[in-house]
């Protein structure tokens, strides 16, 4: 798959609004601010791809990116932003639920979470959505150019020991947009999960 190729396609409000389910897409959720879309300009090499911003609350529809070939990598709103009001998140809750329980086209879900703030409520509600589901779920633990080598990996051996409860559908990693470590493990699982 040519991440490079990716190209905006379309922006949803809810799932009758999302491209036909003909292929196969992943979806990058997390918490506002954890860095989805800055995880999808990094994997793309497309630094304006998906609208990134230091006020949280930025993505706020479903963002469809193209990579041909009727593959799609799907940047969701992130949950958590405090400033929206609270008719706003019930919509929101109800859109996301709706997508996460029936689009058909759905391989996995990138989970993404800042790593100094691993496992937080939505984390941990979409780890036991994903599991119940047996939806694949791949968690990036990024801006871990935030931590210095050792407490990173200290995160990381914190998080695997708490996922153990979750099965072999789940699988977690460091990532950095900003260093672009992690990339290729990331390239992997999505390649293993749009693959035929
Ligand atoms: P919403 O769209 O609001 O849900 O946020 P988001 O999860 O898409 O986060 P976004 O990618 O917009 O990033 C939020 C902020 O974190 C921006 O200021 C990014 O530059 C910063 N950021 C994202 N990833 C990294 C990273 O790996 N390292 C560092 N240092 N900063 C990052
Ligand atoms: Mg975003």
């Given at each position: 798959i040519r991440y490079e190729s990716a190209q905006f396609l379309?922006?949803?409000a809810k799932l009758s609004q999302c491209p036909p389910?003909?292929?196969y897409e992943v979806a990058f959720a997390?918490?506002?601010n954890a860095g989805k879309s800055s995880a999808i300009n990094t994997l793309t090499h497309n630094k304006k791809l998906a609208r990134t911003s230091k006020t949280?609350?930025?993505t706020q529809l479903l963002n469809f990116f193209d990579l041909g070939n009727s593959r799609f990598l799907v940047d969701l709103?992130?949950?958590g932003y405090a400033k929206v009001p609270a008719h706003m998140k019930i919509q929101w809750q109800k859109h996301m639920e709706e997508y996460l329980s029936e689009r058909q086209s759905l391989r996995g879900l990138v989970l993404v979470m800042d790593c100094r703030h691993p496992l937080q409520n939505f984390d941990i509600m979409m780890l036991e959505w994903a599991t119940e589901s047996d939806m694949p779920l791949h968690i990036i633990m990024t801006k871990s150019d935030k931590l210095k080598k050792g407490p990173a990996s200290k995160q990381l051996l914190m998080v695997k020991k708490e996922l153990q409860q979750y099965g072999e559908n789940v699988t977690?990693?460091?990532f950095s947009s900003l260093k672009r470590d992690g990339l290729t493990i990331l390239k992997n699982t999505l390649n293993s999960w749009l693959a035929e």
């Open positions: 379309i922006s949803a389910e003909t292929g997390g918490r506002s949280p609350g930025r709103p992130g949950y977690v990693q460091l």
